[in-house]
Each structure stands twice: as C-alpha cells, then as structure tokens.
Nanobody, 122 residues
Framework: QVQPVESGGGLVQAGGSLRLSCAAS????????MAWFRQAPGKEREFVGA????????YYADSVKGRFTISRDNAKNTVYLQMNSLKPEDTAVYYC???????????????WGQGTQVTGSS
C-alpha cells in the first residue's frame, strides 16, 4: 500500500515559482511511476506530468512543458514538482499519484493524495 501526501501549495503571483512535494509511504515507492495531476474549479482533472521509477524519463503536458519540472528522490520516498513562470490558469488543486506504468490519464494510477491548492494571482 502506498499513501502519497502532498505539501507546498499556496498563493503565488503570476510569474512566480512554487515547489510541491509528495511524500509517499510504502516500501515500493522506488518501483512506482509518480505523476502530478491538477483540477481547476469546474474542470476535469488533467495530467500535468510524470516521472519513471528510476527518474530517467519525464513526461509533461504541453501546457506546462518548459515551465514545470518533476524530479524524485527515492531515498526520501519523495517526488517534487517545481513550477516556474506560474500563470493564473495554473490555479488548481494539485494531486500526486502513484502507479505501475506511465500514463497521462487518471485511470493509470492506483494511489492518490488528497491534493494541495495552488493559486496563481494576476
């Protein structure tokens, strides 16, 4: 069983930066693909990015490519989402997810955190 817990959300001005963390309990963390999704009010949950279990491969949605970076530290059972050049449209609840394969849809992940709010102000 893996339980992701997100932290680091908050309010940031447009153009600013924020780093989210996701600490996941469980001995299998290092073998899991980790991903970030987000859900804005009134919208469906959308894929932000994912990182392979060794960290050698990363995948991003076009909307965040070049601005967001995913990394992981398997020794700390933690994955990070560095968000730069934030825009008001990045405002959403950000969720950390864990799964066994790389996927850009929610159904590809078995374990989910409770989410953390990120608000980008204009």
């Amino acid at each position: 069983q893996v339980q992701p817990v997100e932290s680091g959300g908050g309010l940031v001005q447009a153009g600013g930066s924020l780093r989210l963390s996701c600490a996941a309990s469980g001995r299998t963390f290092s073998s899991l693909t980790m991903a970030w999704f987000r859900q804005a009010p009134g919208k469906e949950r959308e894929f932000v990015g994912a990182i392979s279990w060794r960290g050698g491969s990363t995948y991003y949605a076009d909307s965040v490519k070049g601005r967001f970076t995913i990394s992981r530290d398997n020794a700390k059972n933690t994955v990070y989402l560095q968000m730069n050049s934030l825009k008001p449209e990045d405002t959403a609840v950000y969720y950390c997810a864990a799964g066994f394969t790389v996927a850009d849809v929610s159904a590809g992940y078995s374990y989910w955190g409770q989410g953390t709010q990120v608000t980008g102000s204009s």
